[in-house]
C-alpha cells in the first residue's frame, strides 16, 4: 500500500506570503492519480487539484500543483485569509489499486 | 447537482457492527467509471480512505481494515451500504461518503456528503 508523507506539518504564514506544500509518496504514483484537498474546521474536504496539476472548477488560479513520480507540490501564490486550512494530498495506486491521504499540511497565521 | 449524504447511527457499542448508509442524487452508480467511497477523519486526525465500490461492483477496501468492512450497493435506491464490524472506541470519527467522477484515467473525489460523527462507546 502506498503511503504518503507531507510535509511540513505546520506552516505558519501571512496573508499574501507564498506556500509551498510538499507530499511524497512510498513508491510511484501516476500524474493523473494524485489530487489535492482543502479542510476548514467543521467542513468536508474539498477538491483543489487533480491530475497533480489540474485545477478544480471554480478553484483559483493562485492554487497550482505539480511534480511526478513520488515528489508532489501544492503552491499558494499569495495566501487570502479564507486559505488558512488542512491541506491533504491523495493518491490512487498499488496492486491492486486502492485510495490513501496524506497526513495533512496545516497552513495557519 | 451531485449530493450525497450520510446516515447512520450516532452511538455504537463496542464489538457491535455499524451500518452506514450513503444516499446519492445527480448522477448514477450505473454509468461507466463511476464510483462511491467511504473516508473518515477521528476528531482532529487526518483524512482516512476506508472503501469504494465502482459501477460495475468492483470492490477495494483499505488493506488493513480489509477483514471487517464490506461495501455493497443499490443503484435503484441510489445508495452505498458501508458495514464494519468489531466497532471499537478508536473508530469514533466523522465518515464521509465521496463521489469518484468517472474518469478511468483519473482518480480524486469530487463530491463529499456532509459527514455523519460515530461514536463509539460504551
Known amino acids: 500500500e502506498i503511503v504518503l508523507t507531507q510535509s511540513p506539518g505546520t506552516l505558519s504564514l501571512s496573508p499574501g506570503e507564498r506556500a509551498t506544500l510538499s507530499c511524497k509518496a512510498s513508491?510511484?504514483?501516476?500524474?493523473?492519480?494524485l489530487a489535492w484537498y482543502q479542510q476548514k474546521p467543521g467542513q468536508a474536504p474539498r477538491l483543489l487539484i487533480y491530475g497533480a496539476s489540474s485545477r478544480a472548477t471554480g478553484i483559483p488560479d493562485r492554487f497550482s500543483g505539480s511534480g511526478s513520480g513520488t515528489d508532489f507540490t501544492l503552491t499558494i501564490s499569495r495566501l487570502e485569509p479564507e486559505d488558512f486550512a488542512v491541506y491533504y494530498c491523495q493518491q490512487y495506486g498499488g496492486s491492486p489499486r486502492r485510495f490513501s491521504f496524506g497526513p495533512g499540511t496545516k497552513v495557519d497565521i | 447537482q451531485i449530493t450525497l449524504k450520510e446516515s447512520g447511527p450516532t452511538l455504537v457499542r463496542p464489538t457491535q457492527t455499524l451500518t452506514l448508509t450513503c444516499t446519492f442524487s445527480?448522477?448514477?452508480?450505473?454509468?461507466?467509471?463511476?464510483?462511491v467511497g467511504w473516508i473518515r477523519q477521528p476528531p482532529g486526525k487526518a483524512l482516512e480512505w476506508l472503501a469504494l465500490?465502482?459501477?460495475?461492483?468492483?470492490?477495494r477496501y483499505k488493506s488493513s481494515l480489509q477483514s471487517r468492512l464490506t461495501i455493497t450497493k443499490d443503484t435503484s435506491k441510489n445508495q452505498v451500504v458501508l458495514a464494519m464490524t468489531s466497532m471499537d472506541p478508536v473508530d469514533t470519527a466523522t465518515y464521509y461518503c465521496a463521489h469518484r467522477a468517472g474518469y478511468i484515467n483519473w482518480a480524486y473525489f469530487d463530491y463529499w456528503g456532509q459527514g455523519t460523527l460515530v461514536t463509539v462507546s460504551s
Open positions: 445527480g448522477f448514477s452508480l450505473n454509468t461507466y467509471g463511476v464510483g
Open positions: 465500490i465502482y459501477w460495475d461492483d468492483d470492490k
Open positions: 513508491q510511484s504514483v501516476g500524474s493523473t492519480y
